[in-house]
């Protein structure tokens, strides 16, 4: 029986029709594959969809959008009733760049491929507004990752296996059948059975990461998108810029994103987002003031947030967690955890276990 009845989202629409999504919800096309998946194991996809409390029409067009919340339940269900424990892999090898609607478009017809994945990590957040892409350049290797920035989500596992499959497969697209990535990364424990994401990536796996991510060799970033239309890109960027302008987002909401990105590949100052903000750190810490929040209460509240999903989904020590979120030490990380939730980061985590 189904415990809830979501209507289907009606989300903002750009003249050409397509979503602009609000916070805490995606588009539905990264998982337009639910339903098919689901007929092929026999099992039917309505009961399940239903049982989640998502309105099966929602799957009729790939520009309607889902929470992340009901996109976490309903893929664990899918788990459930399957009995298939990396179902979410297989969600994400059936999509690619498509998946990504007009900002995936715009990545596929951009003149390079640094230029593509810019524009992914630029736009995404006009389609997915639970989490960020990340794209960082560390000792002549890129890691393009993936972070979920959205509150109390059930099947991070799930939506983090699909996101790698399908940046998997749009790096094939973008670089063509010789891009392999050195090694691919997850922020979560280590399934039961690796053969499933061993067979699909065919490279060099490791769980239990202070991040999800693809690496790969940096020069690739400068290799040319093959068959990109140069004519059809300035459409796209023109529609791009359209769906930014019914984009209403809050500046503070804004920040609380870039922070998230910026957190986990170690850049973040001040200075950095102010940086990408195209203002002074003055004018940025004054619009904070204004609003009555500091940059400092921003980072901290990413930080805990980051720090609670790798307490959480990972088995990483504290001393590693510590690190991943750029503390001078492990005391200092323990400090600032216990500040937060009145509890150290091993007693937080033990407790989590028993319940």
Same mark, same amino acid.
């Given at each position: 029986?189904?415990?809830?009845?979501?209507?289907?989202?009606?989300?903002?629409?750009?003249?050409?029709?397509?979503?602009?999504?609000?916070? %805490?919800?995606? $588009?539905? #096309?990264?998982?337009?594959?639910?339903?098919?998946?689901?007929? =092929?194991?026999?099992?039917?996809?309505?009961?399940?969809?239903?049982?989640?409390?998502?309105?099966?029409?929602?799957?009729?067009?790939?520009?309607?959008?889902?929470?992340?919340?009901?996109?976490?339940?309903?893929?664990?269900?899918?788990?459930?009733?399957? #009995?298939?424990?990396?179902?979410?892999?297989?969600?994400?090898?059936? +999509?690619?760049?498509?998946?990504? +609607?007009?900002? #995936?478009?715009?990545?596929?017809?951009?003149?390079?491929?640094?230029?593509?994945?810019?524009?992914?990590?630029?736009?995404?957040?006009?389609?997915? $507004?639970?989490?960020?892409? @990340?794209?960082?350049?560390?000792?002549?290797?890129?890691?393009?990752?993936?972070?979920?920035?959205?509150?109390?989500?059930?099947?991070?596992?799930?939506?983090? *296996? %699909?996101?790698?499959?399908?940046?998997?497969?749009?790096?094939?697209?973008?670089?063509?059948?010789?891009?392999?990535?050195?090694?691919?990364?997850?922020?979560?424990?280590?399934?039961?059975?690796?053969?499933?994401?061993?067979?699909?990536?065919?490279?060099?796996?490791?769980?239990?990461? =202070?991040?999800?991510?693809?690496?790969?060799?940096?020069?690739?970033? *400068?290799?040319?998108?093959? +068959?990109?239309?140069?004519?059809? $890109?300035?459409?796209?960027?023109?529609?791009?810029?359209?769906?930014?302008?019914?984009?209403?987002? *809050?500046?503070?909401?804004?920040?609380?994103?870039?922070?998230?990105?910026?957190?986990? @590949?170690?850049?973040?100052?001040? =200075?950095?987002?102010?940086?990408?903000?195209?203002?002074?750190?003055?004018?940025?810490?004054?619009?904070?003031?204004?609003?009555?929040? @500091?940059?400092?209460?921003?980072?901290?509240?990413?930080?805990?947030?980051?720090?609670?999903?790798?307490? $959480?989904?990972?088995?990483?020590?504290?001393?590693?967690?510590?690190?991943?979120?750029?503390?001078?030490?492990?005391?200092?990380?323990?400090?600032?955890?216990?500040?937060?939730?009145?509890?150290?980061?091993?007693?937080?985590? @033990?407790?989590?276990?028993?319940?």
């Amino acid at each position: 029986m189904a415990m809830w009845q979501f209507p289907v989202s009606s989300p903002v629409r750009s003249r050409a029709g397509l979503a602009l999504v609000t916070n %805490g919800a995606v $588009r539905v #096309g990264p998982i337009l594959s639910i339903p098919l998946l689901l007929r =092929e194991m026999v099992i039917d996809p309505i009961d399940v969809i239903r049982e989640a409390g998502v309105d099966p029409a929602i799957f009729d067009d790939p520009e309607n959008t889902i929470s992340f919340a009901a996109m976490g339940r309903l893929l664990n269900l899918c788990v459930a009733r399957s #009995g298939c424990p990396h179902f979410g892999l297989l969600v994400g090898q059936r +999509g690619g760049i498509s998946s990504l +609607g007009v900002v #995936g478009l715009l990545a596929r017809h951009s003149p390079d491929i640094q230029t593509a994945l810019h524009n992914i990590v630029l736009h995404l957040h006009l389609h997915d $507004r639970g989490a960020v892409p @990340t794209l960082a350049i560390q000792d002549g290797m890129a890691v393009l990752g993936y972070a979920i920035y959205q509150h109390a989500v059930a099947g991070t596992d799930q939506i983090y *296996d %699909g996101a790698m499959a399908i940046a998997f497969n749009l790096m094939k697209t973008l670089c063509g059948p010789g891009w392999l990535p050195t090694e691919v990364l997850f922020c979560h424990a280590e399934p039961v059975d690796r053969e499933p994401y061993r067979r699909f990536f065919k490279m060099p796996l490791r769980f239990d990461s =202070e991040q999800t991510a693809l690496v790969f060799p940096a020069a690739w970033l *400068d290799h040319p998108v093959h +068959g990109a239309d140069p004519q059809l $890109r300035r459409i796209l960027e023109i529609e791009t810029e359209a769906l930014k302008t019914l984009d209403k987002d *809050d500046f503070v909401s804004q920040l609380r994103r870039v922070l998230r990105s910026l957190v986990v @590949t170690g850049q973040a100052s001040v =200075e950095q987002v102010a940086l990408l903000f195209a203002m002074h750190r003055r004018t940025l810490n004054r619009r904070l003031n204004v609003l009555g929040i @500091t940059f400092k209460q921003l980072l901290d509240e990413t930080r805990f947030e980051i720090a609670q999903q790798l307490l $959480r989904d990972t088995r990483m020590p504290v001393v590693d967690i510590a690190a991943a979120l750029d503390y001078a030490d492990t005391s200092a990380f323990t400090r600032a955890f216990r500040r937060w939730s009145g509890a150290t980061p091993a007693a937080w985590r @033990t407790a989590l276990q028993r319940n």
